[in-house]
DNA sequence: CGGTCTCTTGACGGAGTTCAAAGCTAGTGG
DNA sequence: CCACTAGCTTTGAACTCCGTCAAGAGACCG
């Protein structure tokens, strides 16, 4: 099974290629492998591909005007990130887009991409539910950041990704539920001893 | 000049409609005139259409448990609406879309919507892009709610849509930008002192 | 007019931040 | 294999932004 395999059944989730559309499509796709720590965009760059997670994981954060790191979104399997406002707009980007594992990802570069929607009308057809998912997705996290106090929001996202949440430092969960790391510590301290009855 | 007129601009500054396909378009699309405090979707219900804002404006809100309203997005003239996670998967939507004022609108019903895709297959990309816009977008205000403090974000909102502001009631307003009406009312003290140097 | 809805003002309280220091852990090089 | 360093996590005390509660003042509408 080759590193395209992933991808093509995620697509078919969510409509049908033919054989050869697949075949066209895999010539556009570029694989890699990148390390922690490396960087797909960083600021001021213009952003020129799409990334599709194949394992590891990867984060889109800011660097904010008092010096410290806003994750926005995590990149994990099966999605899509990049910075798609400088992507269409051809815009040097405010984002950095950094692996937090060493990651495998697809890429799919903007030079391909007006061919390839020609070519594969099903793309735009895919990519629309992929961005309408994300736009919802996104919708909900400012509803649970409006309307949830910090340990609500700490309690919902690791009883929903309790793998996810031992894999990254805790600093960056805390950045991305959006309170400080030193609260976080507060409120495990408080947490772990209930439900962890069991000895250390 | 028709009704249709405005959304087709809209689209033109996406992709091209042919002269047929525009007709296609403009026999699924229904015109509606709704009066302030209409409600175009309701809690509970399974949203059945896309609207598209020509004049006036909506507001996109869910009732919170502790029994209040938290707004998550207003349509304004040339924005398109919709619970489209509601729309999608055709489960009962969590949210209400109600008309802030007295509001033309243009409907696309989801029973058109598979067929409008298949004969107008622009269609998909100029939803693709909308959606990409819009969650652009709202990856930006999860940006401005983490990193700015609500005095910073209300300043900003009223300097980017200073005449908007003028016409939603302020605890619709406050809502929107993530704090109470009576922490508005404060700001709107503090502040209105400082560039109002001209008389009442 | 009288009632309802909206905006204002102020006192008080609490969730979460900031600052600072110390404890851990893992990676690195000698 | 151990010592050192750098980065991460923990803890606690002081502080602050913003919410809550409550009461009053306008404003709009039948």
């Known amino acids: 099974m080759n590193e395209h395999e992933m991808l ?18 895999s010539t556009r796709l570029k694989y890699k492998k990148i390390g922690r720590k490396d960087y ?5 760059q213009i952003c020129n591909a799409y990334y599709f997670v194949l394992s590891g994981c990867l984060r889109y954060y800011r660097n904010t005007n008092n010096g410290f790191e ?4 995590f990149g994990i399997q099966g999605w899509w990130l990049s ?32 061919e390839l929607f020609d070519s594969v009308p099903e ?9 309408q998912r994300a736009y919802s997705a996104s919708l909900k996290k400012i509803e ?10 700490y309690l919902r996202f690791t009883r929903s990704f309790p793998e996810f949440v031992q894999t990254v430092p805790q600093y960056m969960l805390a950045s ?3 309170f400080t790391p030193q609260f976080l510590s507060m409120l495990r301290g408080k947490k772990d001893i209930i439900h962890t009855n069991n000895i250390k």
Not at 40 to 44: G, K
Not at 70 to 73: C, P, Y
Not at 96 to 101: R, S, T
Not at 144 to 153: G, I, V
């Open 70 to 73: 806003q994750i926005l979104q």
């Open 40 to 44: 797909l965009l960083q600021e001021f």
């Open 176 to 178: 991305f539920l959006g």
């Open 144 to 153: 649970l950041l409006l309307c949830e106090s910090a340990e609500e929001r």
């Open 123 to 131: 793309l735009n057809s895919y990519f629309r539910l992929m961005m």
């Open 8 to 25: 093509f059944s995620h697509i078919r989730r969510f409509t049908t290629l033919s054989a050869d559309k697949e075949e066209l499509l």
């Open 83 to 114: 910075d798609f406002h400088s992507f269409e707009n051809q815009k040097p980007s405010e984002y950095n887009i950094q692996a937090v594992h060493d990651t495998e990802i697809l890429i799919l570069y903007r030079s391909d991409y007006e």
